[in-house]
Every structure is written in structure tokens, then in C-alpha cells.
């Protein structure tokens, strides 16, 4: 996929950076999400999953952080997009094991943490997504440095990305009404991928439930696609009404569906690429 050149040089400075901070102990740097599957929309970050030998210090997450600052954008107000930049260390990946942890993540809701000063914001390092994550880089990604993923990941088991997905579900009923647009559009995503084993992205997902909803909540979908693609501006006020149940919808056949792969196993199953 063809990026623009303000897109490419934010992409070129980071990947610099992680040469200079890791030296040769990087590993593997990887494009993924929107870049690679979908295209990048208005409010779309630009992934980059990061593999190192060993953990970074805290010298080394400070010039991350400080440097990561200035070559990230900000939501709406910088012609730059966004970076979400997550590093890893190769023991805690190969071999897989659950819940794996990451070694330091940066990203654009972290951004007054980190201006404030502190470099180490999060209250655990462990982070269950990434058996989403790695899933998604082994699919569709592109190598920016270092060795093909298939060659220094591991397949991820079809049951932790299930039990991957049960968590990002318990942290999205907490943020529906501050974070409307992108809760519906996990929701959507999470439902598209427990009935279809298939990666979409969250515009593609968006349009395959507004097929499978009933006619009352299409326009609530449809208004959050609407606004990832960038046609329409954040406006929920007309049919606030209609938020929550149309996300209780899709919560419930997400449940249904996770009872119906429980109940006849993983065997066979696996997560593949639309």
C-alpha cells in the first residue's frame, strides 16, 4: 500500500530511532493495521510492533519518549498522524506463552502522561492483545527492519486469541460513552471476527454488521464508519438514544458466539485474512 510522504518520514524517523536506542539488539520492526489492510483513515494510527533481544532501559524509554513526541501527530490537530509503537522482547513471544507482556508502548492517549513527564505510565506490563496483535503482524505486515515475522513469531493458538478477546471486551464497557465511535467499532470488529474467523478492517467490519443488525441500529454504525472514513464529523446527539442498545446487540451475539466456539472447541479453528 502507498503511503504519503509525510506518512513515510514519520515511519523512516522512528525506525531510526529504534536502530539508534537498540542498536543491535533490534530485532524486528514491523508496519501493521490500517497501513497494510484496509488503507489509513482519518483517525487511523500508524502500528509499528517492535521485537528486541532484550528490555529497554529507562534512559532508553526516555529518548523513546522524547523523540517519539515530536515525530508523532496528534488526534485533529497536527497534519502528522498519530504513532502507536509497541516493543517487545523476544522471550516473552518465542515461545508463546499467555499472557505475554511488552516491554514499553507509546501512543497517542498516552500523550499528557508522557509530556508530564513519566515514562513508565501503565500499571502492568501485561497485555493479553498482543495474541491479537501478533496474529495480525504474522498475517499482514510489512518488514521496516530485520527478519521476516514468521521467523522469529509464533503462531499464537486460536484459544488465546479468544481469551484475548474476552479482555478487550471487559475494558470497552467502560469507555462506550467517552470513546463512543471507536467502542462500536471494536465491537463490530470483535463480532465480524468471532463468526467469520477473518481480519477485517474496522470500516470492512463496520459494513459486514450493519448487514447483520437489526434496521433500528444501522444508523448508529453506520454514523461511526461514517466518521472513521472521515465524511462526517463526530455528531452523536441525534441518536444518543440508540447507542447503548445498539452495542448491547452486538455484545450479545459477541457472548453467543463465544458460548457456541467453547462449547465445540478450538480444534480446527483458526484466525485468517479476509
Not at 513508565?120 to 496483535?133: G, H, I, R, V, Y
Amino acid at each position: 500500500m502507498t503511503l504519503d510522504i509525510e506518512t513515510q518520514k514519520q515511519i523512516n524517523q522512528c525506525v531510526d530511532l529504534l536502530k539508534d536506542v537498540l542498536g543491535p539488539n533490534l530485532l524486528g520492526v514491523y508496519l501493521y493495521g490500517s497501513s497494510i489492510v484496509g488503507g489509513l483513515q482519518k483517525y487511523s494510527d500508524i502500528d509499528l510492533f517492535v521485537v528486541s533481544e532484550r528490555a529497554t532501559t529507562v534512559e532508553e524509554k526516555k529518548k523513546l519518549v522524547n523523540n517519539l513526541l515530536q515525530i508523532s501527530g496528534v488526534y485533529m490537530k497536527s497534519s502528522k498522524l498519530p504513532i502507536e509503537l509497541t516493543i517487545v522482547v523476544k522471550s516473552e513471544i518465542n515461545p508463546w506463552n499467555y499472557p505475554p507482556e511488552f516491554d514499553f508502548q507509546y501512543g497517542d492517549w498516552l500523550r499528557k502522561e508522557f509530556e508530564s513527564g513519566m515514562i513508565q505510565p501503565w500499571s502492568t506490563k501485561e497485555m493479553p492483545d498482543l495474541a491479537l496483535l501478533v496474529t495480525q503482524i504474522l498475517l499482514a505486515s510489512e518488514t521496516l527492519f530485520g527478519i521476516n515475522p514468521n521467523q522469529l513469531l509464533c503462531a499464537v493458538p486460536y484459544r488465546d486469541v479468544i481469551l484475548a478477546t474476552i479482555d478487550t471486551l471487559k475494558n470497552l464497557k467502560t469507555e462506550l460513552n467517552t470513546d463512543t465511535r471507536n467502542v462500536l467499532l471494536h465491537y463490530a470488529r470483535i463480532w465480524n471476527r468471532l463468526e467469520t474467523d477473518t481480519i477485517r478492517s474496522k470500516p470492512a467490519s463496520a459494513l459486514w454488521a450493519i448487514n447483520h443488525l437489526p434496521n433500528e441500529y444501522k444508523s448508529v454504525l453506520e454514523r461511526a464508519r461514517s466518521i472513521c472514513i472521515g465524511e462526517t464529523s463526530e455528531y452523536w446527539d441525534d441518536i444518543d438514544h440508540l447507542i447503548q442498545p445498539c452495542a448491547d446487540f452486538m455484545i450479545n451475539q459477541i457472548n453467543k458466539q463465544l458460548s457456541l466456539i467453547e462449547s465445540t472447541g478450538y480444534a480446527n479453528r483458526s484466525i485468517h485474512l479476509d
